[in-house]
C-alpha cells in the first residue's frame, strides 16, 4: 500500500480557501486517490476520490498533478464546521480492499 | 447513500468481562467489512477485516482471541473484546465498501464507516 504524507495540522480563518496537499510517491498505476473527513468521536465520512487531473464535487475539488505523486484537496470558503481531522489515502481500484490511514490533517478554522 | 450502523454508541463495562459490539450494513450487503480502533488524537489503525461466512483476518499485532469477530450474515459482522482491561479502552469504528460508479463520487469502491463506539473499561 503507498504511503501517504500529509501536514499534521492547519489553521485557516472563515471564508477562507483551504488546500491540504498530500505526497504519495509510491502511487501504483491502479491506485486511486480518496479523502475522508473525521469529527471528534465519529466515524471518517467520504469526501472525493480521484484518479487523475481534476475532480469536483459539491463539498471539494482534488487536483491531482499529472505524475500522480501528490495530491491536493481543495475546500471553498471554509466555516466553523469544516474543523476535522482530512486523511488522504491511496487505495487500490476495484474489489473490497482494506482501507489503510495515515496521520491525517487536522485543519482548525478560525472564526 | 449507504448506511453503517454501529451499536452500541458508547459502552463502559468492568475489567474481565466481555463486550460485543454490532455493525450493520442497512442498504447493502457486505461480504467483507472492517473494524479499527482509534487512541485520542491518532488515527485510526485497522484491526481485522471480517469476511462473511469465514474466518476473520487479524492485522499483524491484533490477537484473535481477544477481539472476537463474527460476520455471519451478509448484513450484520460483530466484534467482542473479551476479557476487557483498561488499556482496551478505545473508539472502535466499523466500515464495509459499496460498489464504485456513482457519478462524483468517483470510479472505486466507496467506504462507508459507522459512527463508532466509545468503549471505557474500569
Known amino acids: 500500500l503507498a504511503k501517504t504524507t500529509q501536514p499534521i495540522s492547519m489553521d485557516s480563518y472563515e471564508g477562507q480557501e483551504v488546500n491540504i496537499t498530500c505526497s504519495h510517491n509510491?502511487?501504483?498505476?491502479?491506485?486511486?486517490i480518496t479523502w475522508y473527513q473525521q469529527f471528534p468521536s465519529q466515524g471518517p465520512r467520504f469526501i472525493i476520490q480521484?484518479?487523475?487531473t481534476k475532480v469536483t464535487n459539491e463539498v471539494a475539488s482534488l487536483f491531482i498533478p499529472a505524475d500522480r505523486k501528490s495530491s491536493t484537496l481543495s475546500l471553498p470558503r471554509v466555516s466553523l464546521s469544516d474543523t476535522a481531522v482530512y486523511y488522504c489515502?491511496?487505495?487500490?481500484?476495484?474489489?473490497?480492499?482494506?482501507?489503510?490511514f495515515g496521520t491525517g490533517t487536522k485543519l482548525q478554522v478560525i472564526p | 447513500g449507504a448506511v453503517v450502523s454501529q451499536h452500541p454508541s458508547r459502552v463502559i463495562c468492568k475489567s474481565g468481562t466481555s463486550v460485543k459490539i454490532e455493525c450493520r450494513s442497512l442498504?447493502?450487503?457486505?461480504?467483507?467489512m472492517f473494524w479499527y480502533r482509534q487512541f485520542p488524537k491518532q488515527s485510526l489503525m485497522l484491526m481485522a477485516t471480517?469476511?462473511?461466512?469465514?474466518?476473520?483476518?487479524?492485522e499483524q499485532g491484533v490477537e484473535k482471541d481477544k477481539f472476537l469477530i463474527n460476520h455471519a450474515s451478509l448484513t450484520l459482522s460483530t466484534l467482542t473484546v473479551t476479557s476487557a482491561h483498561p488499556e482496551d479502552s478505545s473508539f472502535y469504528i466499523c466500515?464495509?465498501?459499496?460498489?464504485?460508479?456513482?457519478?462524483?463520487?468517483?470510479?472505486?469502491?466507496?467506504?462507508?464507516f459507522g459512527q463508532g463506539t466509545r468503549l471505557t473499561v474500569v
Open positions: 466500515s464495509a465498501r459499496v460498489s464504485g460508479g456513482r457519478q462524483g463520487r468517483g470510479m472505486n469502491t466507496e467506504a462507508f
Open positions: 509510491n502511487i501504483a498505476t491502479n491506485d486511486y
Open positions: 480521484g484518479y487523475k
Open positions: 489515502l491511496v487505495e487500490l481500484s476495484g474489489g473490497y480492499q482494506k482501507v489503510t
Open positions: 442498504d447493502f450487503q457486505a461480504t467483507t
Open positions: 471480517s469476511n462473511e461466512g469465514s474466518k476473520a483476518t487479524y
